[in-house]
Nanobody, 119 residues
């Protein structure tokens, strides 16, 4: 019964910034990796960024230098700071978390939050 709740989406002009957050609650043992995905209309869902429990992070080439993923382990929360937003960033952004129960991984998805960037 883990829940992931995204927030922070909205409408911004090109060049603006948004900060997304994803808070996990419920029966949480250990969050191994947290991911941000996005899906635009007519396109497949794609990985935007992820961050491991070690703090190591990865980014899609399209967002490198503009987006920053971070996590607060004490709050079981992951953030995505999005700067220099472009219209092509418009999508529903989803949080995905892999949680370990012992050594058994379970995957949970959030409901998504809409990000719209106007030109």
């Amino acid at each position: 019964q883990v829940q992931l709740v995204e927030s922070g989406g909205g409408l911004v002009q090109a060049g603006g910034s948004l900060r997304l957050s994803c808070a996990a609650s419920g029966n949480i043992a250990s969050i191994y990796v947290m991911n941000w995905y996005r899906q635009a209309p007519g396109k497949q869902r794609e990985l935007v960024a992820n961050i491991a429990s070690t703090g190591d992070s990865n980014y899609a080439d399209s967002v490198k230098g503009r987006f920053t993923i971070s996590r607060d382990n004490a709050k079981n929360t992951v953030y995505l700071q999005m700067n220099s937003l472009k219209p092509e960033d418009t999508a529903v952004y989803y949080c995905k978390s892999t949680i370990l129960y012992g050594s058994v991984p379970h995957v949970f998805w959030g409901q998504g939050t809409q990000v719209t960037v106007s030109s």
